[in-house]
């Protein structure tokens, strides 16, 4: 036998191995996910659970550990199991980006290109494949995408006697009289009750920006702060005015508190807010059944202010893989998120969590072939901009809503809060 032939069947051996290596990992897989839609125990984790119990039946030896995290919180968690080197191995991500530029350049997430063929990501649209493409690389397998859109109560219009915007769209003063015309005192004792329009404030929640870039302001532009130019402070300030000014806004409105400002648009027995903007994961809510089943709806685009067109905030959920020592691990929990990412989890998403495919087969099944509500919102997304991509985003934004709340709260002017945030991030932004 000779030495090259005796090298080949050394090779062809240790790839043997390897493969059967890889194809009998066993161990435990933690996997964190968060709130998606509710069943009729209202179990929001019920569709990870039982994908974990699928793939757990046909993966003997394999067990997926599920930790439980609230959106608000993931940033956060993550980023205290980064610093202690305690990650878990695979992460959701939505719209407000828990992972960021700096987790990448850490060297803490996985790059899938390897582990995906050229069929596999034809199958993806180009914007979602972006939204997980850093410095040329993949690092995570797209499963949704979203858009900021109005939900209009249309009972409301109706008790008011108020004309919803023609094909949901209208300009700032046309939104400014309606909502105006939507506050009244629906039981004459005196007190206003109903009220326009409200919405809330939140690190990591951006219902309210797209009213920030109607008159052509950007968050950051150049690497420099954007929200303290004339552009910005004139459309913050509209919306100060219209709490502060026109009154056809609740106290609350700027709070922090997402779990009452969604109840007072939605909940049975409460609805007293016309106008709320929410990510379209609140369409499937609001359309679905429970207490929060709202049977007259309208969804509009957001007034239109100098910019002369609507601007939404869009983004594209997924899944990520944190870094794995095991390489053998690595096989399998990829052929995990890619379970979790197929066509038909896709199409269950659009169907039942409010969100658009971010695959091309799966929007071909026409998810909303019988959600006018859903499709009228996928028109919305040629309007949606992304979220600022810097390293230091979520310390940016923590910064920026502070002050936002504040001038929310009439504490501070538009123009101080927003120079005060300029002054506190200027150090991030180098």
């Given at each position: 036998m000779?030495r090259?032939l005796?090298?080949?069947?050394?090779l062809?051996?240790v790839?043997?191995?390897s493969?059967?290596?890889f194809?009998n990992?066993t161990?435990t897989i933690?996997?964190?996910?968060?709130?998606?839609?509710g069943?009729?125990e209202?179990?929001?984790?019920?569709?990870i659970k039982?994908?974990?119990?699928?793939?757990?039946?046909s993966?003997?030896?394999?067990?997926?550990?599920l930790?439980?995290t609230?959106?608000?919180?993931?940033?956060?968690?993550?980023?205290?199991?980064i610093?202690g080197?305690?990650?878990?191995d695979?992460?959701?991500?939505?719209i407000?980006g828990?992972i960021?530029?700096?987790h990448l350049?850490q060297g803490?997430?996985?790059?899938?290109?390897d582990?995906?063929t050229?069929e596999e990501?034809?199958d993806?649209?180009p914007g979602?494949?972006?939204?997980y493409?850093y410095?040329?690389?993949?690092?995570?397998?797209?499963?949704s995408?979203t858009?900021h859109?109005?939900?209009l109560?249309?009972?409301?219009?109706e008790?008011?006697?108020?004309?919803?915007?023609?094909n949901g769209?209208?300009?700032w003063?046309?939104?400014?009289e309606?909502a105006?015309?939507?506050?009244f005192?629906s039981?004459g004792?005196?007190v206003?009750?109903k009220?326009?329009?409200s919405?809330y404030?939140?690190p990591?929640?951006?219902?309210?920006?797209p009213?920030?870039?109607?008159d052509?302001?950007?968050?950051?532009?150049?690497?420099?702060?954007?929200?303290n130019?004339?552009e910005?402070?004139?459309?913050?300030?509209k919306?100060?005015?219209l709490?502060?000014?026109h009154?056809?806004?609740?106290?609350?409105m700027?709070?922090?508190?997402v779990?009452?400002?969604f109840?007072?648009?939605a909940r049975e027995?409460?609805r007293f807010v016309?106008?709320q903007?929410?990510?379209t994961w609140a369409i499937a809510t609001?359309?679905?059944?429970?207490v929060?089943?709202m049977?007259n709806i309208m969804?509009a685009?957001?007034?239109?202010?100098?910019?002369?067109?609507?601007?939404s905030?869009?983004?594209?959920?997924?899944?990520?893989i944190?870094?794995?020592?095991?390489?053998?691990?690595?096989d399998?929990v990829?052929?995990l998120?890619?379970?979790l990412s197929?066509?038909?989890?896709?199409?269950?998403?659009?169907?039942?969590y409010?969100?658009?495919?971010?695959?091309k087969s799966?929007e071909?099944m026409?998810p909303?072939?019988?959600?006018?509500h859903?499709a009228r919102?996928?028109?919305m997304?040629?309007?949606?901009v992304?979220?600022?991509?810097?390293?230091?985003?979520?310390q940016?934004?923590?910064?920026?809503?502070?002050?936002?709340q504040l001038?929310?709260?009439?504490e501070?002017?538009v123009?101080?809060?927003?120079?005060?945030?300029?002054a506190?991030?200027?150090r991030l932004?180098?």
């Amino acid at each position: 036998m000779t030495r090259k032939l005796n090298i080949f069947l050394v090779l062809v051996l240790v790839l043997a191995v390897s493969a059967s290596a890889f194809a009998n990992w066993t161990g435990t897989i933690t996997l964190w996910d968060c709130p998606r839609w509710g069943n009729e125990e209202d179990d929001k984790f019920h569709w990870i659970k039982g994908k974990i119990a699928e793939f757990e039946a046909s993966h003997p030896g394999v067990k997926i550990e599920l930790v439980e995290t609230p959106w608000a919180e993931l940033g956060e968690k993550l980023s205290v199991a980064i610093a202690g080197r305690a990650w878990p191995d695979v992460v959701p991500v939505d719209i407000s980006g828990a992972i960021n530029r700096s987790h990448l350049e850490q060297g803490v997430v996985e790059a899938l290109d390897d582990y995906m063929t050229p069929e596999e990501l034809e199958d993806f649209f180009p914007g979602a494949l972006e939204a997980y493409t850093y410095k040329g690389k993949l690092y995570g397998i797209p499963m949704s995408m979203t858009v900021h859109v109005m939900i209009l109560n249309l009972d409301h219009f109706e008790e008011a006697g108020v004309e919803p915007p023609e094909n949901g769209r209208w300009t700032w003063d046309e939104f400014v009289e309606k909502a105006k015309a939507l506050t009244f005192d629906s039981d004459g004792d005196g007190v206003i009750d109903k009220y326009g329009f409200s919405t809330y404030i939140l690190p990591g929640y951006y219902e309210a920006w797209p009213f920030f870039y109607m008159d052509g302001a950007q968050p950051l532009v150049d690497n420099k702060f954007g929200f303290n130019t004339p552009e910005a402070i004139s459309a913050i300030q509209k919306l100060v005015d219209l709490k502060f000014v026109h009154g056809a806004a609740p106290i609350e409105m700027g709070s922090s508190d997402v779990g009452g400002t969604f109840r007072a648009l939605a909940r049975e027995g409460e609805r007293f807010v016309a106008i709320q903007p929410w990510n379209t994961w609140a369409i499937a809510t609001v359309t679905g059944e429970g207490v929060n089943h709202m049977p007259n709806i309208m969804i509009a685009e957001y007034p239109i202010g100098e910019l002369g067109r609507p601007v939404s905030i869009g983004g594209a959920g997924g899944w990520v893989i944190m870094h794995q020592r095991d390489r053998a691990k690595m096989d399998v929990v990829v052929e995990l998120v890619k379970f979790l990412s197929t066509t038909e989890e896709q199409y269950t998403f659009a169907t039942n969590y409010g969100t658009f495919p971010a695959r091309k087969s799966a929007e071909a099944m026409d998810p909303f072939a019988d959600q006018p509500h859903m499709a009228r919102a996928a028109q919305m997304v040629e309007f949606a901009v992304p979220l600022p991509e810097h390293p230091n985003w979520a310390q940016i934004d923590d910064r920026i809503q502070a002050e936002l709340q504040l001038i929310f709260a009439g504490e501070k002017t538009v123009e101080q809060g927003m120079n005060d945030a300029a002054a506190q991030i200027e150090r991030l932004l180098r």
